[in-house]
């Protein structure tokens, strides 16, 4: 296509990139022109201990001078040190999540140490602590309308260390859907926030890391399922243990300030910093291992009726391997170790790490290896400007096993058959007994699935940014972020004439693909803030920034057909070759502003416009305005408030909208090049295009609280939102006068999201030997098509519907009522009765033909989802912790009772049909009539997962002291040790991430399950 060779500029936005560039320059020089040379300060130390009402130490707090950027982390024994600070009486803050900031005056004496102990009291809101996505610069959480969830990383990693970002991230944040395709090592999960709200657009949050855009594919890597699918998500390329925290904002409403591209919600990652002290260097180690649990268990029996003896045969194709001796699923090896380095000064401070983990899958062709490094390095340039680089690296290597349609064991074994067993196929390959050799695999043996064929990805990663912080006077800041993330993919499948192929396959010609994708972001970003005081009581911050982000791709891909000899393995040694390239190009540009007011630090209101541009925009669109407001109102620390059992509430509010851009070409009319006559170059027509394409618009509303009640024992976060995407991207036919072929997209579709997010937290139990703290959190998310144009509905196949009045992809399909059967215990069509949709009944069939209705099945993303997590501390060294979360009221397509029962007939209804016809009537005649009527394929899906239990205990001091160490520590963690549901497949969770079934609604085939692992780790600090 001529298309894919270009950027996607379209034509007349040339400049967008001229503008971009002169609007970029701004952020440079005021920073240039308003840095005001430093001078030398008298100054003096300020150290102390930090500990709770129980008189124990606090970790991790953090300690800053206010009105300045300096600040230290105090360690495990609860003590910080500040340096540097000027002379005089400062204040200085003490900060932590849980707890009550409290800010203390001390004077601070040239050259002298003067000390400082803060007892912090427990507290269920976290009012002040500063959140920095959605926000023009880092804002204390009582001034934001918006909920903000927070998951501070480095305390679960030492709790219940995680091996990936997806495990991280799944179950600490109400209304974020972490849905994990597969249990194979290394590959990755569906990200959604408060559900899906695009028809034709991606429906996947931004990424960010410490301010930058990075990518964010969820399906990348060599194709290893059918129908096009990868299993990759580039999300899992940061080490969890370089994160510090994370913040996800969930909307329109709160992701206003990142504009177009931000309706789905963000993610940021917030790395690691150095805090002032003396270095500090950390060591851990992770050993463990993964399997399938219960294998013989959960793997189908298939049945087959005999003919030469008239008896069923069953055959479990787990159980006689495991047998044999030759089990189908291994043990795998888990091990991970990283190695850090932190502390500084007031003027410097800085953060190093390395990581290499390494994974073995269930499948013995299923490995993944990582390396990674990272280095965050903050300088006091001046007492008012401060500079922070931030730079990552990370090489891996990924081994996938082939299933989900494309073969492999899982295929093997769930659609294993007696027919392929011992003598029973007269057209056998067979062994030198005389037996089959597939031992009743389906199509191949698994060592054949093990060794013809290689799957990998070779993976390079680079994200950086330089960030200044710049307080130029006491009223104004500003701040400016560059920053590139850069991914090189290499995926390669590779079938070599290596004996095993040629064994199984001897008329195989062999082959390669090999595809290589560099995608790069630029990310440049700049916000400034004036901050005045109105009033005694009225305080007042304007702010202002502007964005630019470009994002390239760069695909090459080559394939190559049959290998003349064995041991060849290059495609320029196959017989049959094609390659193709691609490169797009999408640059966005939005500026901001912003005014708030403050009243007594109580009450804040907000208001905001962000204007966008974009290079997927259709010629003739123009900006397109982004406006939020916002209020909030800290109830609980005003005069008249006295709710003795309530000690704090605050009431918050926000409206927003942002955006989702179209495809890179959806607007632009584009040709194919072709051969012409004589074999010359020509071209045809391809796609019309649409000038007056523009993006899906989001807006939202949203209102909620937090309140501390029983004395801080328990907290309440409640959020209720309504959503509406408008403008929705649809697909229009196209009229044959225009001379192009098929349809292009144009802005009609509605869809409309509701739900409610709560958290409840609890501390009902502390003693200095005991505490116990809960936390269950609930969401419920609801959606509706409102408009699909001029359309009532988009069928995606196997029953997924877009449907107007009914849930965003929802599933229809017919549904038999009752049946009968001859003596052979074959349903007749005659008598076959489906339900109407309407409460009744009508017949299945006309002849042949089905005529009864698709009916509504149900939803195909959860309408609830939840967690309950508990930690028990005892005598402030050994932590106990368990996790268990739930999705329900969803369907699934379980294309495993598909296969095996209407296409294979391997079900023992198919092998004994009259046992089944007074039991399981409808069940009987759906498996005869292939996957027409899918009812009964669709299933509820919702289950209860006990997903992680840990043990962590801190070994006493002078025992750590004897190895060098100031602490030590030991955690025995487990994950996915059981689950409750009625799913009729092999796992309620796994789905296609990508390719033509990775979309809208939940479709398993022969998928690995999540594995149970378990994970010793020792971590020591010194």
């Known amino acids: 296509m001529i298309r894919s060779r270009y950027a996607a500029r379209p034509p007349g936005r040339a400049g967008l990139r001229s503008t971009s560039t002169a609007l970029l320059l701004l952020p440079v020089l005021l920073l240039l022109g308003m840095s005001p040379a430093s001078a030398a300060a008298q100054t003096g130390t300020v150290t102390g201990v930090i500990s709770n009402p129980a008189g124990n130490p606090l970790s991790g707090v953090q300690v800053v001078v206010v009105g300045t950027q300096q600040g230290a982390i105090s360690g495990a024994d609860g003590r910080f040190t500040l340096t540097g600070v000027a002379t005089g009486e400062r204040q200085i803050r003490a900060i932590s999540l849980g707890f009550r900031s409290e800010t203390r005056t001390v004077q601070v004496s040239e050259g002298q140490t003067a000390t400082l102990n803060f007892q912090l009291a427990t507290s269920a809101v976290a009012l002040d602590e500063v959140v920095v996505t959605g926000t023009a610069g880092g804002t204390e959480r009582r001034a934001i309308g918006n909920v903000v969830s927070s998951i501070r990383a480095a305390d679960v990693m030492e709790l219940n260390p995680v091996s990936d970002m997806q495990s991280l991230l799944n179950a600490r944040a109400p209304g974020v859907t972490i849905t994990p395709g597969t249990g194979m090592v290394g590959s990755g999960s569906q990200i959604r926030i408060r559900g899906s709200s695009s028809i034709s657009l991606s429906n996947t949050p931004l990424l960010y890391v410490d301010g930058v855009r990075v990518d964010n594919a969820q399906n990348s890597g060599p194709v290893n399922q059918a129908f096009g699918s990868s299993v990759i998500s580039r999300i899992n390329d940061f080490n969890p243990d370089d994160i510090e925290s994370i913040e996800i904002i969930k909307g329109p409403a709160a992701a206003t300030l990142y504009g177009t591209e931000a309706a789905n919600g963000v993610i940021q990652?917030?790395?690691?910093?150095?805090?002032?002290?003396?270095?500090?260097?950390?060591?851990?180690?992770?050993?463990?291992?993964?399997?399938?649990?219960?294998?013989?268990?959960?793997?189908?029996?298939?049945?087959?009726?005999?003919?030469?003896?008239?008896?069923?045969?069953?055959?479990?194709?787990?159980?006689?391997?495991?047998?044999?001796?030759?089990?189908?699923?291994?043990?795998?090896?888990?091990?991970?170790?990283?190695?850090?380095?932190?502390?500084?000064?007031?003027?410097?401070?800085?953060?190093?790490?390395?990581?290499?983990?390494?994974?073995?899958?269930?499948?013995?062709?299923?490995?993944?290896?990582?390396?990674?490094?990272?280095?965050?390095?903050?300088?006091?340039?001046?007492?008012?400007?401060?500079?922070?680089?931030?730079?990552?690296?990370?090489?891996?290597?990924?081994?996938?096993?082939?299933?989900?349609?494309?073969?492999?064991?899982?295929?093997?074994?769930?659609?294993?058959?007696?027919?392929?067993?011992?003598?029973?196929?007269?057209?056998?390959?067979?062994l030198e007994d005389g037996t089959d050799r597939r031992r009743g695999g389906r199509s191949f043996a698994p060592e054949y699935y093990w060794n013809a064929t290689s799957r990998t990805q070779e993976l390079g990663r680079f994200t950086g940014s330089i960030q200044a912080n710049h307080r130029p006077t006491e009223w104004f800041t500003q701040?400016?972020?560059?920053?590139?993330?850069?991914?090189?993919?290499?995926?390669?499948?590779?079938?070599?004439?290596?004996?095993?192929?040629?064994?199984?396959?001897?008329?195989?010609?062999?082959?390669?693909?090999?595809?290589?994708?560099?995608?790069?972001?630029?990310?440049?970003?700049?916000?400034?803030?004036?901050?005045?005081?109105?009033?005694?009581?009225?305080?007042?911050?304007?702010?202002?920034?502007?964005?630019?982000?470009?994002?390239?791709?760069?695909?090459?891909?080559?394939?190559?057909?049959?290998?003349?000899?064995?041991?060849?393995?290059?495609?320029?040694?196959?017989?049959?070759?094609?390659?193709?390239?691609?490169?797009?190009?999408?640059?966005?540009?939005?500026?901001?502003?912003?005014?708030?007011?403050?009243?007594?630090?109580?009450?804040?209101?907000?208001?905001?416009?962000?204007?966008?541009?974009?290079?997927?925009?259709?010629?003739?669109?123009?900006?397109?305005?982004?406006?939020?407001?916002?209020?909030?109102?800290?109830?609980?620390?005003?005069?008249?408030?006295?709710?003795?059992?309530?000690?704090?509430?605050?009431?918050?509010?926000?409206?927003?909208?942002?955006?989702?851009?179209?495809?890179?070409?959806?607007?632009?009319?584009?040709?194919?090049?072709?051969?012409?006559?004589?074999?010359?170059?020509?071209?045809?027509?391809?796609?019309?295009?649409?000038?007056?394409?523009?993006?899906?618009?989001?807006?939202?509303?949203?209102?909620?609280?937090?309140?501390?009640?029983?004395?801080?024992?328990?907290?309440?976060?409640?959020?209720?939102?309504?959503?509406?995407?408008?403008?929705?991207?649809?697909?229009?036919?196209?009229?044959?006068?225009?001379?192009?072929?098929?349809?292009?997209?144009?802005?009609?579709?509605?869809?409309?999201?509701?739900?409610?997010?709560?958290?409840?937290?609890?501390?009902?139990?502390?003693?200095?030997?005991?505490?116990?703290?809960?936390?269950?959190?609930?969401?419920?998310?609801?959606?509706?098509?409102?408009?699909?144009?001029?359309?009532?509905?988009?069928?995606?196949?196997?029953?997924?519907?877009?449907?107007?009045?009914?849930?965003?992809?929802?599933?229809?399909?017919?549904?038999?009522?009752?049946?009968?059967?001859?003596?052979?215990?074959?349903?007749?069509?005659?008598?076959?009765?489906?339900?109407?949709?309407?409460?009744?009944?009508?017949?299945?069939?006309?002849?042949?033909?089905?005529?009864?209705?698709?009916?509504?099945?149900?939803?195909?993303?959860?309408l609830w989802q939840g967690a309950f997590g508990a930690t028990v501390t005892l005598h402030n060294r050994v932590r106990l912790y368990g996790l268990m979360d739930f999705k329900a009221g969803f369907y699934k397509w379980d294309h495993v009772t598909r296969v095996r029962c209407s296409l294979f007939n391997i079900c023992e209804e198919n092998a004994d049909p009259t046992a089944f016809v007074d039991s399981h009537p409808t069940r009987l005649a759906a498996y005869q009539r292939g996957d027409v009527f899918g009812a009964e394929y669709t299933n509820n899906s919702s289950f209860l997962r006990f997903r992680e239990v840990s043990a962590n205990i801190a070994l006493p001091t002078d025992l750590a002291n004897r190895i060098g160490a100031s602490r030590a520590s030991v955690s025995l963690s487990a994950r996915n040790l059981g689950t409750i549901t009625n799913w009729t497949g092999m796992d309620p969770e796994a789905r296609f991430l990508g390719g033509a079934r990775g979309l809208f609604g939940g479709l398993e085939q022969n998928h690995l399950p999540q594995l149970t692992s378990f994970v010793t780790s020792v971590n020591i600090t010194f």
């Open 269 to 430: 990652i917030i790395t690691k910093r150095g805090a002032q002290g003396m270095p500090e260097w950390n060591f851990s180690v992770r050993q463990g291992a993964n399997w399938f649990a219960d294998s013989e268990g959960r793997v189908p029996t298939n049945y087959w009726r005999n003919p030469n003896t008239g008896q069923v045969e069953s055959l479990n194709f787990a159980a006689t391997e495991a047998a044999r001796g030759t089990p189908l699923w291994r043990t795998g090896h888990v091990q991970n170790y990283n190695l850090s380095l932190s502390g500084g000064s007031a003027d410097f401070r800085y953060h190093v790490s390395g990581n290499w983990d390494a994974e073995q899958g269930a499948d013995l062709d299923n490995s993944v290896s990582r390396r990674g490094a990272r280095v965050n390095l903050s300088v006091m340039a001046s007492p008012r400007l401060e500079l922070t680089g931030n730079v990552g690296y990370t090489r891996g290597t990924f081994n996938l096993a082939c299933e989900g349609g494309c073969g492999g064991v899982t295929w093997a074994s769930y659609f294993s058959t007696p027919f392929h067993f011992g003598t029973n196929d007269p057209n056998r390959v067979q």
């Open 479 to 862: 701040r400016v972020i560059f920053g590139l993330d850069d991914t090189r993919e290499d995926d390669q499948t590779l079938t070599e004439i290596s004996q095993i192929y040629r064994e199984w396959s001897p008329t195989g010609r062999g082959g390669k693909d090999v595809g290589r994708r560099d995608i790069t972001n630029y990310t440049l970003d700049y916000s400034g803030s004036i901050s005045l005081s109105v009033s005694e009581n009225l305080t007042s911050q304007t702010s202002f920034g502007t964005q630019y982000y470009d994002r390239m791709l760069r695909a090459v891909s080559a394939s190559g057909v049959e290998f003349a000899l064995p041991g060849l393995r290059v495609i320029n040694a196959t017989a049959e070759r094609s390659s193709g390239e691609t490169f797009v190009q999408s640059v966005s540009l939005g500026v901001f502003a912003q005014q708030q007011f403050s009243w007594n630090d109580r009450r804040y209101i907000t208001l905001g416009l962000r204007a966008d541009d974009h290079s997927a925009f259709g010629e003739n669109f123009e900006l397109v305005y982004y406006p939020k407001i916002s209020g909030t109102w800290v109830l609980s620390e005003e005069d008249f408030w006295d709710v003795g059992w309530m000690s704090d509430l605050r009431l918050r509010s926000a409206y927003g909208r942002a955006g989702e851009q179209p495809g890179a070409f959806d607007a632009l009319r584009t040709f194919s090049a072709v051969a012409g006559p004589g074999d010359a170059a020509t071209v045809t027509p391809g796609g019309v295009g649409n000038p007056d394409l523009g993006p899906e618009k989001g807006e939202e509303f949203e209102i909620g609280f937090e309140a501390g009640i029983l004395r801080d024992r328990a907290g309440i976060d409640f959020t209720y939102y309504q959503q509406r995407t408008r403008d929705a991207i649809l697909l229009q036919p196209v009229a044959p006068s225009t001379g192009f072929p098929g349809s292009r997209f144009i802005n009609v579709g509605e869809v409309r999201n509701s739900g409610f997010e709560a958290v409840l937290t609890t501390q009902p139990v502390e003693t200095p030997t005991f505490r116990l703290e809960t936390t269950f959190s609930i969401s419920r998310n609801d959606s509706e098509v409102i408009s699909l144009g001029e359309q009532d509905e988009i069928g995606l196949g196997f029953g997924v519907t877009h449907k107007v009045g009914y849930p965003i992809a929802s599933f229809f399909n017919q549904r038999i009522v009752s049946a009968e059967f001859n003596e052979a215990g074959q349903v007749q069509n005659a008598s076959m009765m489906c339900d109407d949709g309407a409460g009744g009944t009508t017949p299945c069939y006309d002849g042949n033909t089905v005529v009864a209705p698709a009916v509504f099945i149900g939803r195909s993303e959860p």
